[in-house]
């Protein structure tokens, strides 16, 4: 299961460019629209600050 480290979390959205499906930005922090969407764990790898977490 993927999470987000809100402590970590700058509200970059590169996981909402890469997977707007699984993620979204609100309140300048990233928050998981849909778990179950294709794309969510591929998105791991492309957070800057390591901020999405399986």
Same mark, same amino acid.
């Given at each position: 299961?993927?999470?987000?480290? @809100?402590? @970590? *979390?700058?509200? *970059?959205?590169?996981? =909402? #460019? =890469?997977?707007?499906?699984?993620?979204?930005?609100?309140?300048? @922090? =990233?928050?998981?629209?849909? #778990?179950? #969407?294709? *794309?969510?764990? +591929?998105?791991?790898?492309? *957070?800057?600050?390591? =901020?999405? +977490? @399986?």
């Amino acid at each position: 299961m993927v999470k987000i480290d @809100k402590d @970590k *979390c700058i509200g *970059c959205g590169a996981c =909402a #460019a =890469a997977c707007p499906e699984g993620f979204d930005v609100v309140e300048g @922090k =990233a928050k998981i629209k849909d #778990a179950k #969407a294709k *794309c969510i764990e +591929e998105t791991i790898d492309m *957070c800057p600050v390591g =901020a999405i +977490e @399986k």
